[in-house]
């Protein structure tokens, strides 16, 4: 489904690719749970022309599961960064998982909600923002598993930026 949802993007001349998208999806939801997947499908293709249904659909759809695994607190687990699979070139996945916090952050943004974070969500952030200067010229076994360790790393973060805005939950200007 990656790359299917990937080729939709690049069809529509998206400025991201579904690895970016999908952080913006996850960064809006974990701001405001009940974030539109309509303003997300805006931010994404910005004025693009008009998607099949469905192509639109098939994005809807992920956005609706994303929603659906960030918001389930028994299986917090299930819930994964959308990337490329692990049998794709370290390069192709550094570079997605660079693209991803790219929209993480911009997800977050957005919402106009990042002045004033207590310290560890700020640290978090710096984290983020480091993440997206990457290097992608990866190829060992080293930074595979340097890159498995960093995807971990956001899974766990995601929650905790999510929880954060739940428990002091705000309007997004979206």
């Known amino acids: 489904m990656y790359y299917t949802a990937n080729a ?8 991201y690719d579904i690895a970016e998208a999908h952080g913006i999806a996850v960064g809006m939801l974990s701001v405001d749970s009940s974030a539109s997947a309509e303003n997300w ?6 004025n693009a022309e008009e998607i ?21 607190t028994n299986h917090e687990f299930s819930f994964d960064l959308f990337l ?3 049998d794709e070139s370290l390069a192709e996945q550094a570079v997605a998982l660079r693209n991803w ?9 957005i919402s106009e909600f990042t002045e004033n974070l207590p310290d ?4 978090i952030i710096r984290d983020l923002i480091e993440l997206t200067k990457l290097d ?11 890159l498995m360790e960093i995807h971990e790393y956001l899974r766990a973060v995601v929650f905790n930026i999510k929880d954060y805005f739940h428990e002091f939950p705000r309007q997004p200007s979206y």
């Open 136 to 146: 992608c010229d990866v190829e060992d076994e080293e930074n595979a598993n340097a």
């Open 120 to 123: 560890e969500i700020a640290e």
């Open 101 to 109: 916090c790219q929209g993480f952050l911009f997800g977050i943004g």
């Open 41 to 46: 499908l805006r931010v994404v293709f910005g």
């Open 52 to 72: 099949s249904n469905d192509s639109e659909n098939l994005l809807l759809s992920l956005y609706e599961t994303t929603r659906q695994l960030l918001n389930d």
């Open 84 to 86: 490329p699979d692990d």
């Open 8 to 15: 939709i993007l690049e069809q529509q001349k998206s400025d």
